[in-house]
T-cell receptor, first 113, second 114 residues
Framework: AQSVTQPDIHITVSEGASLELRCNYS??????LFWYVQSPGQGLQLLLK????DTLVQGIKGFEAEFKRSQSSFNLRKPSVHWSDAAEYFCAVGAYSNYQLIWGAGTKLIIKP | ETGVTQTPRHLVMGMTNKKSLKCEQHLGHNAMYWYKQSAKKPLELMFV???????ENNSVPSRFSPECPNSSHLFLHLHTLQPEDSALYLC?????????????FGEGSRLTVL
């Protein structure tokens, strides 16, 4: 079955520290991979996406993600988090059509001052 | 206004009420979506419209009725809802339905069913 797993429901990180959010997927073929962010009271915004090519992709707000085919993972990273990064982060996978995206349940990022 | 706008932002209704959620996109997109977002669960796709025609209906109960009068507007009509329907309802749009994965979301309508 196709699925996306974000193992961490919550993550707490000190401001200025590095961040890694995990995403594992199960999919029949190599999918397209996405990370979205939802700030409090806001809709979701696309952070970055992977279709093909270089497995390290850069996104907005200083985020990057690395696709590892052998591990079926697409982890999101940021070298130094800011208080404004406090939000919920969603990983999604899909192919062929936008309405066939499969979503993870999200990871809530809490920033300690 | 720009982007995707949803109204109302908050709605409280009884189980016998009839209400509607409205979504408007100012991006010139051809596809619009309704998603249900519940805490600690993945987003659930409810309906998809492409060029005003419904292309996906994910086994949603008939108490939810979508309407897409044109490519800029999308409604979700609500009738005889259940308490378990309380959630954040997100509208999204995309240029088309092809797999670029870039959806533009509104801020959502928080629905509480008493």
């Amino acid at each position: 079955a196709q699925s996306v797993t974000q193992p961490d429901i919550h993550i707490t990180v000190s401001e200025g520290a590095s961040l890694e959010l995990r995403c594992n997927y199960s999919y029949g073929a190599t999918p397209y991979l996405f990370w979205y962010v939802q700030s409090p009271g806001q809709g979701l915004q696309l952070l970055l996406k992977y279709f093909s090519g270089d497995t390290l992709v850069q996104g907005i707000k200083g985020f990057e993600a690395e696709f590892k085919r052998s591990q079926s993972s697409f982890n999101l990273r940021k070298p130094s988090v800011h208080w404004s990064d406090a939000a919920e982060y969603f990983c999604a996978v899909g192919a062929y059509s936008n309405y066939q995206l499969i979503w993870g349940a999200g990871t809530k990022l809490i920033i300690k001052p | 206004e720009t982007g995707v706008t949803q109204t109302p932002r908050h709605l409280v209704m009884g189980m016998t009420n009839k209400k509607s959620l409205k979504c408007e996109q100012h991006l010139g997109h051809n596809a619009m979506y309704w998603y249900k977002q519940s805490a600690k669960k993945p987003l659930e796709l409810m309906f998809v419209y492409s060029l005003e025609e419904r292309v996906e209906n994910n086994s949603v109960p008939s108490r939810f009725s979508p309407e897409c009068p044109n490519s800029s507007h999308l409604f979700l009509h609500l009738h005889t809802l259940q308490p378990e329907d309380s959630a954040l309802y997100l509208c999204a749009s995309s240029l088309g339905t092809e797999g670029t994965g870039e959806l533009f979301f509104g801020e959502g309508s928080r629905l509480t069913v008493l």
